[in-house]
Every structure is written in structure tokens, then in C-alpha cells.
């Protein structure tokens, strides 16, 4: 890697294919930053400073391996956004097939789990060090048809919390950003179910979908080295909690 680019503040997103996690890559990569993403697929991004690894963060093997790549590349990590996550079509918990719950722990929970583990380890030589999850506003709003993913998403927000306390004392910042609906491929497939886009508009405080550069300038706030007394925190985007 030329020097350059090495001297470039490194930002790690996972699921970067698409949807968020590809706005918020190139939102990052717009900044000057050196971005590393993943997905399960080849890249979409086509830029000298992105950097793409194929990886499924359901696989343990496979989320170290991929920290050992960004070691060798970059030697740590100064932002990690942790965005891979999978949503489905709503079915009532009584009628949810035990592996569409698995699905949802793997990916939603354990994915992160991992990610979160081996990525932070990059981080702890970093100054202003900062480590963002995402959820969703449904956890609050507890609706009906969104038990596992609500419940992985609620996970995620309190396994964030609980890190922010443990990597504190090492200046990292752990923070969480809850979008309301987004346009995404995820959401476009649900919406085909009927009414159910705006259906969840009306439960919004701010009955709109969300622009991903809203979702980008909170990512902002929260990696500014002006944040660095903010963690344990989390922004719900179109909803008052």
C-alpha cells in the first residue's frame, strides 16, 4: 500500500454492497478517508481508496481471517461502522420458522458479536478511536411481526452499551444510530406486502422515509473528535422515544 495511503484515517463497514452500508462507504470515501468494507458478494464500489473483502460475518473463521487482512493493510482501524444486518418479511412469532430465527440471531447478533471482537482490536492503539452499531426503530415501537428482529436489534443496542464501558478506559467511543424506514432494497421487498409502507410511516414521529445522508451526518457527529466524551448512546432518526 503506497504511503499515501497509509497515512489515511481508516473506516471499516460492514454489508458496504449496498443500501447503507454502501452510502455511508462512500460518503466516508467522499471524506479522505481510507475505506474497508465487506460483504458476501464481490464489491460495487469502484474507488483506489476502497478497499473489498468477501466475507460472511455469520462465520467466526472468516470475520478473524478478515481482521488479520486489515491488520497487514492498514496495521488498526480508526472507525468502525458495524451495518450487515438482515430484515425479512414480518410474521407473527407463533408462526416464525425456527431457522428464519436463526437467520436473525446469526446475522443481526452474532455477526456484530463478531465483528465487534475482532475489529476493536484494531482500534486499541488508535487516538479518537470510535465503534458505531445500527439498529432500527422498531425496537421501541415493539411491533407486531418484528420479535426476532427487534429482539437481535435490542441486543445489539445494549451489546454496544455494555462495550462502550469496557473500552472507554482506551479512549474508544461505542454508539448506536436507530433509522426510521430508509429506502432500501430490504424495505422496497416489504413494501410489496400490501400497505406496510405506510403502515410504518404512520408510527414514525416524522412520518418520512429517512435519506441516507441523514443517517450519514449523525455517523458524522458521532465520529468527530469533538465526540469524544459521547458513548453508550443512541440516536433514534424519525422517532421521539
Known amino acids: 500500500m503506497a504511503d499515501a495511503e497509509q497515512s489515511k484515517k481508516v473506516v471499516v463497514v460492514t454489508g458496504a454492497s449496498r443500501g447503507l452500508g454502501r452510502a455511508l462507504a462512500e460518503h466516508y470515501l467522499a471524506q479522505g478517508y481510507a475505506v474497508a468494507g465487506c460483504s458476501r ?52 412469532l407463533s408462526l416464525t420458522p425456527g431457522d428464519v ?22 482500534m486499541l492503539r488508535r487516538q479518537n478511536a470510535r465503534i458505531l452499531t445500527i439498529s432500527s426503530t422498531m425496537v421501541p415501537l415493539h411491533q407486531e411481526g418484528t420479535a426476532c428482529y427487534s429482539a437481535t436489534k435490542a441486543g445489539v443496542q445494549e451489546m454496544t452499551k455494555v462495550l462502550a464501558k469496557e473500552l472507554a478506559p482506551q479512549g474508544i467511543t461505542c454508539n448506536v444510530i436507530a433509522p426510521a424506514m430508509m429506502d432500501t432494497e430490504a424495505s422496497q421487498e416489504l413494501a410489496k406486502d400490501n400497505d406496510w409502507k405506510e403502515r410504518m410511516l404512520r408510527l414514525q414521529t416524522i412520518p418520512r422515509v429517512i435519506a441516507m445522508e441523514e443517517v450519514c451526518h449523525v455517523a458524522d457527529f458521532f465520529v468527530s473528535p469533538q465526540s469524544a466524551a459521547i458513548t453508550g448512546q443512541v440516536i433514534y432518526i424519525g422517532l421521539a422515544d
Open 41 to 92: 458478494g464481490e464489491a460495487t464500489i469502484s474507488d483506489s481508496a476502497y478497499h473489498h473483502t468477501a466475507v460472511d460475518i455469520r462465520n467466526e473463521a472468516e470475520v478473524q481471517a478478515w481482521a488479520r487482512v486489515l491488520r497487514r493493510e492498514f496495521g488498526g482501524v480508526d472507525v468502525l461502522i458495524a451495518n450487515a444486518g438482515l430484515a425479512r418479511s414480518a410474521l407473527y
Open 101 to 122: 430465527f436463526d437467520d436473525f440471531l446469526r446475522v443481526n447478533f452474532a455477526g456484530v458479536f463478531y465483528s465487534l471482537r475482532e475489529i476493536s482490536k484494531l
